[in-house]
Protein backbone atom coordinates (compact mmCIF):
# COMPACT_ATOMS: atom_id res chain seq x y z
CA UNK A 1 0.00 0.00 0.00
CA UNK A 2 1.40 3.48 -0.86
CA UNK A 3 1.78 4.51 2.46
CA UNK A 4 2.33 8.26 0.84
CA UNK A 5 -1.79 8.22 -0.23
CA UNK A 6 -2.88 7.19 2.78
CA UNK A 7 -0.63 9.16 5.06
CA UNK A 8 -2.83 9.85 8.55
CA UNK A 9 -4.17 13.51 9.20
CA UNK A 10 -2.50 14.83 11.98
CA UNK A 11 -5.00 17.95 12.16
CA UNK A 12 -4.23 20.63 15.06
CA UNK A 13 -6.57 20.28 17.66
CA UNK A 14 -9.43 22.98 16.67
CA UNK A 15 -9.50 24.77 20.29
CA UNK A 16 -13.45 26.37 18.95
CA UNK A 17 -14.29 22.98 18.31
CA UNK A 18 -13.13 21.38 21.59
CA UNK A 19 -14.84 24.74 23.20
CA UNK A 20 -17.85 23.81 21.44
CA UNK A 21 -17.82 19.87 22.43
CA UNK A 22 -17.41 21.39 26.33
CA UNK A 23 -19.94 23.70 26.06
CA UNK A 24 -22.74 22.14 24.61
CA UNK A 25 -24.96 20.65 26.66
CA UNK A 26 -26.12 17.31 27.64
CA UNK A 27 -28.37 17.70 24.74
CA UNK A 28 -26.01 16.40 22.27
CA UNK A 29 -25.18 12.52 22.58
CA UNK A 30 -22.41 10.55 22.57
CA UNK A 31 -22.44 10.59 19.17
CA UNK A 32 -21.60 13.97 18.96
CA UNK A 33 -18.96 15.04 21.29
CA UNK A 34 -19.47 13.59 24.55
CA UNK A 35 -21.94 11.60 26.45
CA UNK A 36 -25.21 12.48 28.23
CA UNK A 37 -24.85 13.92 31.35
CA UNK A 38 -22.51 16.49 31.63
CA UNK A 39 -22.93 19.31 34.03
CA UNK A 40 -22.34 22.08 30.92
CA UNK A 41 -19.66 24.49 30.76
CA UNK A 42 -16.52 24.88 32.82
CA UNK A 43 -14.91 28.23 32.16
CA UNK A 44 -11.68 26.73 33.53
CA UNK A 45 -11.37 24.07 30.80
CA UNK A 46 -12.50 26.69 28.23
CA UNK A 47 -9.79 29.05 29.01
CA UNK A 48 -6.92 26.36 29.10
CA UNK A 49 -8.15 25.28 25.47
CA UNK A 50 -8.25 28.96 24.16
CA UNK A 51 -4.64 28.94 25.52
CA UNK A 52 -5.46 31.75 28.06
CA UNK A 53 -4.94 32.37 31.49
CA UNK A 54 -6.75 31.56 34.25
CA UNK A 55 -7.90 34.29 36.17
CA UNK A 56 -10.55 32.47 38.23
CA UNK A 57 -9.52 32.74 41.76
CA UNK A 58 -11.06 29.56 42.52
CA UNK A 59 -8.61 27.92 40.44
CA UNK A 60 -8.36 25.13 42.77
CA UNK A 61 -12.23 24.02 42.53
CA UNK A 62 -13.88 20.67 42.87
CA UNK A 63 -12.88 18.98 40.02
CA UNK A 64 -14.58 18.50 36.85
CA UNK A 65 -16.96 15.53 36.70
CA UNK A 66 -15.39 12.55 35.42
CA UNK A 67 -16.96 9.09 33.63
CA UNK A 68 -17.32 6.21 35.54
CA UNK A 69 -17.96 3.33 34.45
CA UNK A 70 -20.27 0.68 36.72
CA UNK A 71 -19.29 -2.44 35.19
CA UNK A 72 -17.18 -4.78 37.11
CA UNK A 73 -13.98 -5.41 35.86
CA UNK A 74 -13.93 -8.36 33.65
CA UNK A 75 -12.10 -10.61 35.93
CA UNK A 76 -14.32 -10.01 38.35
CA UNK A 77 -17.34 -10.02 35.85
CA UNK A 78 -16.15 -13.90 35.20
CA UNK A 79 -15.72 -14.85 38.70
CA UNK A 80 -19.52 -13.90 39.08
CA UNK A 81 -20.26 -15.92 35.74
CA UNK A 82 -18.65 -19.34 36.62
CA UNK A 83 -20.58 -18.58 40.45
CA UNK A 84 -24.10 -18.56 39.15
CA UNK A 85 -23.77 -20.86 36.93
CA UNK A 86 -26.90 -21.96 37.75
CA UNK A 87 -28.87 -18.68 36.56
CA UNK A 88 -29.77 -18.26 33.09
CA UNK A 89 -27.79 -15.24 31.70
CA UNK A 90 -27.23 -11.72 33.88
CA UNK A 91 -25.13 -8.96 33.26
CA UNK A 92 -24.25 -6.57 35.46
CA UNK A 93 -25.30 -2.59 33.83
CA UNK A 94 -22.83 -1.54 31.97
CA UNK A 95 -24.06 1.86 31.75
CA UNK A 96 -21.67 4.97 31.73
CA UNK A 97 -22.69 7.95 34.91
CA UNK A 98 -21.15 11.04 35.24
CA UNK A 99 -20.39 11.03 39.17
CA UNK A 100 -17.93 13.54 40.91
CA UNK A 101 -14.59 11.75 42.65
CA UNK A 102 -16.40 12.24 45.86
CA UNK A 103 -19.74 9.88 44.18
CA UNK A 104 -17.39 7.37 43.18
CA UNK A 105 -17.49 3.69 45.54
CA UNK A 106 -14.10 3.31 46.92
CA UNK A 107 -13.98 0.11 47.56
CA UNK A 108 -14.77 -0.34 43.80
CA UNK A 109 -17.89 -2.44 44.51
CA UNK A 110 -19.84 -3.44 42.10
CA UNK A 111 -24.07 -3.19 42.05
CA UNK A 112 -25.66 -6.42 42.45
CA UNK A 113 -26.68 -7.88 39.15
CA UNK A 114 -31.07 -7.05 38.73
CA UNK A 115 -33.22 -9.83 39.70
CA UNK A 116 -34.09 -12.34 36.62
CA UNK A 117 -37.47 -13.80 36.49
CA UNK A 118 -36.77 -17.23 35.86
CA UNK A 119 -40.09 -18.94 35.01
CA UNK A 120 -41.04 -22.85 35.70
CA UNK A 121 -41.28 -24.78 32.23
CA UNK A 122 -44.86 -25.84 30.43
CA UNK A 123 -45.67 -29.14 31.18
CA UNK A 124 -44.65 -31.64 28.96
CA UNK A 125 -46.77 -33.29 26.17
CA UNK A 126 -48.23 -36.44 26.60
CA UNK A 127 -46.38 -39.02 24.62
CA UNK A 128 -49.42 -41.78 24.75
CA UNK A 129 -51.98 -39.53 23.52
CA UNK A 130 -52.12 -39.48 19.69
CA UNK A 131 -54.33 -36.60 19.17
CA UNK A 132 -53.34 -32.56 18.21
CA UNK A 133 -52.23 -31.29 21.82
CA UNK A 134 -51.35 -27.55 21.82
CA UNK A 135 -49.76 -25.37 25.09
CA UNK A 136 -50.37 -21.97 25.69
CA UNK A 137 -46.84 -20.61 26.44
CA UNK A 138 -47.43 -16.80 27.23
CA UNK A 139 -50.58 -14.31 26.62
CA UNK A 140 -49.98 -10.76 26.64
CA UNK A 141 -52.46 -7.60 26.07
CA UNK A 142 -51.77 -5.61 22.68
CA UNK A 143 -52.56 -2.60 21.86
CA UNK A 144 -54.22 -1.75 18.25
CA UNK A 145 -55.98 1.10 15.96
CA UNK A 146 -59.26 -1.57 16.72
CA UNK A 147 -58.97 -1.69 20.88
CA UNK A 148 -56.66 -3.64 22.52
CA UNK A 149 -56.23 -7.58 22.11
CA UNK A 150 -54.70 -10.23 23.52
CA UNK A 151 -52.09 -12.36 21.52
CA UNK A 152 -51.77 -15.96 22.23
CA UNK A 153 -48.41 -17.65 22.02
CA UNK A 154 -48.98 -21.43 21.49
CA UNK A 155 -46.57 -24.42 21.37
CA UNK A 156 -47.72 -27.99 19.32
CA UNK A 157 -46.97 -31.58 19.49
CA UNK A 158 -47.00 -31.65 15.58
CA UNK A 159 -44.46 -28.63 13.90
CA UNK A 160 -42.06 -26.20 15.47
CA UNK A 161 -44.29 -23.34 14.77
CA UNK A 162 -45.60 -20.29 17.19
CA UNK A 163 -49.67 -20.31 16.18
CA UNK A 164 -51.01 -17.48 17.47
CA UNK A 165 -54.44 -16.82 18.84
CA UNK A 166 -55.22 -13.32 18.84
CA UNK A 167 -58.10 -12.76 21.32
CA UNK A 168 -60.31 -9.86 21.44
CA UNK A 169 -62.70 -10.10 24.34
CA UNK A 170 -63.40 -6.46 26.19
CA UNK A 171 -65.34 -7.89 29.08
CA UNK A 172 -62.08 -10.11 29.56
CA UNK A 173 -60.29 -7.18 29.99
CA UNK A 174 -62.71 -5.14 32.11
CA UNK A 175 -62.46 -8.34 34.25
CA UNK A 176 -58.93 -8.20 34.54
CA UNK A 177 -58.69 -4.56 34.81
CA UNK A 178 -60.97 -4.75 37.91
CA UNK A 179 -59.43 -7.74 39.42
CA UNK A 180 -55.80 -6.44 39.26
CA UNK A 181 -56.75 -3.48 40.87
CA UNK A 182 -58.45 -5.56 43.94
CA UNK A 183 -55.88 -8.03 44.01
CA UNK A 184 -58.04 -10.52 46.06
CA UNK A 185 -56.63 -13.04 48.28
CA UNK A 186 -59.70 -14.49 49.25
CA UNK A 187 -58.60 -17.70 46.93
CA UNK A 188 -62.03 -17.11 45.70
CA UNK A 189 -62.37 -17.02 41.01
CA UNK A 190 -64.41 -13.45 40.34
CA UNK A 191 -65.37 -14.61 37.26
CA UNK A 192 -68.23 -16.98 37.33
CA UNK A 193 -70.73 -14.40 35.79
CA UNK A 194 -68.72 -14.33 32.56
CA UNK A 195 -67.88 -16.69 29.75
CA UNK A 196 -64.10 -15.12 29.33
CA UNK A 197 -62.03 -16.35 26.65
CA UNK A 198 -59.51 -17.68 28.74
CA UNK A 199 -57.04 -20.48 27.61
CA UNK A 200 -57.05 -23.65 29.59
CA UNK A 201 -53.16 -24.88 29.17
CA UNK A 202 -51.94 -21.33 30.39
CA UNK A 203 -53.85 -20.89 33.36
CA UNK A 204 -53.63 -24.65 34.62
CA UNK A 205 -51.15 -25.53 37.29
CA UNK A 206 -47.78 -26.00 35.70
CA UNK A 207 -45.77 -26.78 38.80
CA UNK A 208 -46.81 -27.24 42.20
CA UNK A 209 -43.52 -24.86 42.81
CA UNK A 210 -44.96 -21.99 40.56
CA UNK A 211 -44.99 -18.72 42.07
CA UNK A 212 -47.68 -16.06 41.68
CA UNK A 213 -45.04 -13.68 39.84
CA UNK A 214 -44.40 -16.75 36.94
CA UNK A 215 -48.20 -17.14 36.82
CA UNK A 216 -48.24 -13.13 36.09
CA UNK A 217 -45.26 -13.33 33.59
CA UNK A 218 -46.95 -15.72 31.33
CA UNK A 219 -50.26 -14.10 31.23
CA UNK A 220 -51.58 -16.44 33.17
CA UNK A 221 -54.31 -15.58 36.06
CA UNK A 222 -52.44 -14.29 39.17
CA UNK A 223 -54.86 -17.41 40.92
CA UNK A 224 -55.01 -20.89 39.79
CA UNK A 225 -58.33 -21.87 39.07
CA UNK A 226 -60.09 -23.65 41.57
CA UNK A 227 -60.90 -27.14 40.33
CA UNK A 228 -64.67 -27.47 41.90
CA UNK A 229 -65.50 -30.64 40.88
CA UNK A 230 -61.54 -32.44 40.80
CA UNK A 231 -62.15 -33.97 38.18
CA UNK A 232 -60.04 -32.94 35.35
CA UNK A 233 -58.07 -29.90 33.90
CA UNK A 234 -61.14 -29.50 31.91
CA UNK A 235 -63.13 -28.05 35.09
CA UNK A 236 -61.82 -24.00 33.83
CA UNK A 237 -64.28 -24.76 30.81
CA UNK A 238 -66.48 -26.99 32.30
CA UNK A 239 -66.76 -24.16 35.78
CA UNK A 240 -67.82 -21.34 33.13
CA UNK A 241 -70.77 -20.40 31.06
CA UNK A 242 -71.01 -21.63 27.50
CA UNK A 243 -69.39 -19.18 25.37
CA UNK A 244 -71.99 -17.75 22.93
CA UNK A 245 -70.94 -18.40 19.24
CA UNK A 246 -67.62 -16.36 18.46
CA UNK A 247 -66.73 -14.40 15.21
CA UNK A 248 -64.03 -16.64 14.73
CA UNK A 249 -61.06 -16.46 11.97
CA UNK A 250 -58.81 -19.07 10.89
CA UNK A 251 -56.02 -17.10 9.09
CA UNK A 252 -53.35 -18.43 7.49
CA UNK A 253 -50.03 -16.40 7.39
CA UNK A 254 -48.81 -14.29 4.41
CA UNK A 255 -45.54 -12.29 4.97
CA UNK A 256 -45.75 -10.19 1.78
CA UNK A 257 -49.38 -9.16 2.44
CA UNK A 258 -49.54 -8.83 6.03
CA UNK A 259 -45.69 -7.24 6.66
CA UNK A 260 -44.82 -5.36 3.15
CA UNK A 261 -48.67 -4.47 2.25
CA UNK A 262 -48.29 -6.47 -0.86
CA UNK A 263 -51.32 -5.82 -3.08
CA UNK A 264 -51.10 -9.14 -4.81
CA UNK A 265 -53.61 -10.50 -2.23
CA UNK A 266 -55.72 -9.20 0.55
CA UNK A 267 -54.09 -10.64 3.76
CA UNK A 268 -53.20 -7.88 5.25
CA UNK A 269 -56.66 -6.16 5.44
CA UNK A 270 -58.52 -9.14 5.93
CA UNK A 271 -56.75 -9.48 9.22
CA UNK A 272 -57.46 -6.31 9.61
CA UNK A 273 -60.68 -6.14 9.16
CA UNK A 274 -61.29 -9.38 11.33
CA UNK A 275 -59.53 -7.55 14.14
CA UNK A 276 -62.16 -5.01 13.87
CA UNK A 277 -65.32 -6.50 13.30
CA UNK A 278 -64.29 -8.53 16.55
CA UNK A 279 -63.18 -5.53 18.31
CA UNK A 280 -66.71 -4.16 17.40
CA UNK A 281 -68.65 -6.69 18.96
CA UNK A 282 -65.97 -7.07 22.06
CA UNK A 283 -65.42 -10.77 21.19
CA UNK A 284 -63.86 -13.26 19.01
CA UNK A 285 -60.63 -14.85 17.98
CA UNK A 286 -58.20 -14.95 14.81
CA UNK A 287 -56.17 -17.77 15.11
CA UNK A 288 -52.80 -17.43 13.10
CA UNK A 289 -51.75 -20.14 11.68
CA UNK A 290 -47.58 -20.59 10.00
CA UNK A 291 -49.01 -21.86 6.98
CA UNK A 292 -47.35 -19.29 4.98
CA UNK A 293 -48.32 -19.16 1.04
CA UNK A 294 -51.49 -21.81 1.76
CA UNK A 295 -48.89 -24.42 3.03
CA UNK A 296 -45.98 -24.42 0.88
CA UNK A 297 -43.56 -21.42 2.62
CA UNK A 298 -42.43 -17.90 1.48
CA UNK A 299 -39.91 -19.19 -1.11
CA UNK A 300 -42.38 -21.41 -2.96
CA UNK A 301 -44.89 -18.71 -2.86
CA UNK A 302 -41.86 -15.99 -4.41
CA UNK A 303 -41.34 -18.52 -6.68
CA UNK A 304 -45.01 -19.22 -7.52
CA UNK A 305 -45.40 -15.15 -8.03
CA UNK A 306 -42.68 -15.38 -10.84
CA UNK A 307 -44.49 -18.16 -11.99
CA UNK A 308 -47.88 -16.01 -11.84
CA UNK A 309 -45.91 -12.88 -13.80
CA UNK A 310 -45.48 -15.55 -16.69
CA UNK A 311 -48.95 -16.17 -16.86
CA UNK A 312 -49.91 -18.67 -14.28
CA UNK A 313 -52.97 -17.87 -11.67
CA UNK A 314 -52.17 -18.49 -8.30
CA UNK A 315 -53.39 -22.27 -8.51
CA UNK A 316 -51.30 -23.50 -11.49
CA UNK A 317 -48.26 -21.98 -10.05
CA UNK A 318 -48.76 -23.75 -7.03
CA UNK A 319 -49.42 -26.82 -9.30
CA UNK A 320 -46.23 -26.07 -11.62
CA UNK A 321 -43.68 -26.47 -8.74
CA UNK A 322 -45.06 -29.29 -7.47
CA UNK A 323 -46.91 -28.31 -4.60
CA UNK A 324 -50.83 -28.90 -4.28
CA UNK A 325 -52.95 -25.83 -4.90
CA UNK A 326 -53.61 -25.71 -0.64
CA UNK A 327 -51.61 -27.18 1.63
CA UNK A 328 -52.90 -25.95 4.59
CA UNK A 329 -54.45 -28.25 7.64
CA UNK A 330 -56.85 -27.30 10.42
CA UNK A 331 -56.06 -29.60 13.33
CA UNK A 332 -53.99 -26.94 15.39
CA UNK A 333 -56.58 -24.20 14.91
CA UNK A 334 -59.56 -26.67 16.40
CA UNK A 335 -56.95 -27.63 18.76
CA UNK A 336 -56.51 -23.93 20.17
CA UNK A 337 -60.46 -23.34 20.19
CA UNK A 338 -60.65 -25.67 22.56
CA UNK A 339 -58.29 -25.25 24.44
CA UNK A 340 -60.02 -21.50 24.49
CA UNK A 341 -63.00 -22.99 25.12
CA UNK A 342 -65.04 -22.09 21.87
CA UNK A 343 -67.22 -24.61 20.44
CA UNK A 344 -69.37 -22.95 18.60
CA UNK A 345 -68.32 -20.40 15.92
CA UNK A 346 -69.64 -17.27 13.25
CA UNK A 347 -66.48 -18.69 11.00
CA UNK A 348 -65.50 -15.07 9.03
CA UNK A 349 -64.23 -16.35 5.76
CA UNK A 350 -64.91 -17.22 2.14
CA UNK A 351 -63.25 -20.41 1.87
CA UNK A 352 -65.61 -22.92 1.43
CA UNK A 353 -62.70 -25.79 2.26
CA UNK A 354 -62.00 -24.23 5.22
CA UNK A 355 -65.74 -24.29 6.45
CA UNK A 356 -65.58 -28.16 5.71
CA UNK A 357 -62.52 -28.69 7.54
CA UNK A 358 -63.09 -26.64 10.15
CA UNK A 359 -66.59 -28.83 10.37
CA UNK A 360 -65.08 -31.77 10.17
CA UNK A 361 -62.48 -31.09 12.82
CA UNK A 362 -65.85 -31.33 15.42
CA UNK A 363 -66.64 -27.23 15.15
CA UNK A 364 -70.02 -26.13 15.04
CA UNK A 365 -70.24 -23.41 12.72
CA UNK A 366 -73.20 -21.78 13.17
CA UNK A 367 -73.07 -18.95 10.70
CA UNK A 368 -70.19 -18.07 7.76
CA UNK A 369 -69.68 -14.77 7.55
CA UNK A 370 -68.28 -13.36 4.33
CA UNK A 371 -65.12 -11.13 4.42
CA UNK A 372 -65.60 -8.64 1.49
CA UNK A 373 -62.04 -6.78 0.29
CA UNK A 374 -62.95 -3.21 1.09
CA UNK A 375 -62.94 -1.12 -1.95
CA UNK A 376 -59.61 0.84 -1.36
CA UNK A 377 -57.54 -2.59 -1.42
CA UNK A 378 -58.39 -3.54 -5.06
CA UNK A 379 -56.00 -3.25 -7.82
CA UNK A 380 -55.97 -5.27 -11.38
CA UNK A 381 -53.36 -7.72 -9.03
CA UNK A 382 -55.84 -8.33 -6.41
CA UNK A 383 -58.85 -8.63 -9.00
CA UNK A 384 -56.98 -11.38 -10.83
CA UNK A 385 -56.15 -13.39 -7.11
CA UNK A 386 -59.89 -13.08 -6.02
CA UNK A 387 -61.23 -14.00 -9.49
CA UNK A 388 -59.12 -17.38 -9.45
CA UNK A 389 -59.94 -18.06 -6.40
CA UNK A 390 -64.19 -17.79 -7.02
CA UNK A 391 -63.56 -19.41 -10.56
CA UNK A 392 -61.30 -22.31 -9.29
CA UNK A 393 -61.39 -22.84 -5.54
CA UNK A 394 -65.03 -21.91 -5.10
CA UNK A 395 -65.02 -18.94 -2.88
CA UNK A 396 -68.28 -17.11 -2.06
CA UNK A 397 -67.41 -13.76 -3.17
CA UNK A 398 -69.01 -11.86 -5.86
CA UNK A 399 -66.68 -9.04 -7.48
N1 LIG B 1 -49.33 -20.18 -2.85
C1 LIG B 1 -49.86 -18.98 -2.76
N2 LIG B 1 -50.29 -18.56 -1.56
C2 LIG B 1 -50.84 -17.34 -1.48
C3 LIG B 1 -50.94 -16.48 -2.59
N3 LIG B 1 -51.53 -15.35 -2.18
C4 LIG B 1 -51.77 -15.48 -0.86
N4 LIG B 1 -51.37 -16.68 -0.44
C5 LIG B 1 -51.47 -17.31 0.86
O1 LIG B 1 -52.81 -17.62 1.09
C6 LIG B 1 -53.03 -17.68 2.47
C7 LIG B 1 -54.25 -16.85 2.82
O2 LIG B 1 -55.29 -17.48 2.31
P1 LIG B 1 -56.65 -16.72 2.03
O3 LIG B 1 -57.00 -17.08 0.65
O4 LIG B 1 -56.58 -15.28 2.43
O5 LIG B 1 -57.59 -17.35 3.00
P2 LIG B 1 -58.50 -18.43 2.58
O6 LIG B 1 -58.49 -19.35 3.70
O7 LIG B 1 -58.14 -19.07 1.29
O8 LIG B 1 -59.88 -17.69 2.36
P3 LIG B 1 -60.61 -16.65 3.27
O9 LIG B 1 -60.82 -17.28 4.59
O10 LIG B 1 -61.88 -16.41 2.57
O11 LIG B 1 -59.77 -15.43 3.32
C8 LIG B 1 -51.82 -17.13 3.16
O12 LIG B 1 -51.07 -18.21 3.66
C9 LIG B 1 -51.09 -16.45 2.03
O13 LIG B 1 -49.70 -16.46 2.23
C10 LIG B 1 -50.46 -16.96 -3.84
O14 LIG B 1 -50.54 -16.30 -4.86
N5 LIG B 1 -49.92 -18.19 -3.87
Given at each position: ?????????????????????????????R????H?G????????????????????????????RYVSRQAPRSQRLKDELSSNDQTTTTTTSSILVT???DEKSDNSVDPPPPVVKLVDPPAFDPV????QVQCLSRAR?????????LHLYRNNRDDKEHL??????????????????????????????????S?SLNNVWNSHETKMDRLVRGAQSKP????????S????????????????????????????????????????????????????????R?????????????????????????????????????????????????????????????????????????????????????????????????????????????
Amino acid sequence: MNSDKWRRREAPLDPLLLAAAVASGPHVTRHHYHHVGHTGIDPEMINLLLGEEVHDDEAIRAPPPRYVSRQAPRSQRLKDELSSNDQTTTTTTSSILVTSPTDEKSDNSVDPPPPVVKLVDPPAFDPVRQDIQVQCLSRARIPTPHGPVFLHLYRNNRDDKEHLAIVVDAEERQHRDASDSESSDDGEDHFDDLPHIISRSLNNVWNSHETKMDRLVRGAQSKPFKNKNKSSSLSLHNHQKIIPPSLVRIHSECYTGEIIGSMRCDCGSQLSEAIRLMSLQGRGVVVYLRQEGRGIGLLSKLRAYNLQDMGHDTVTANLALGHGADERRYGIATAILDDLGIHQIRLLTNNPEKVIAMATEGINIVERVPMIPPPQTRSEDLDKYLRTKIDKMGHMLSL
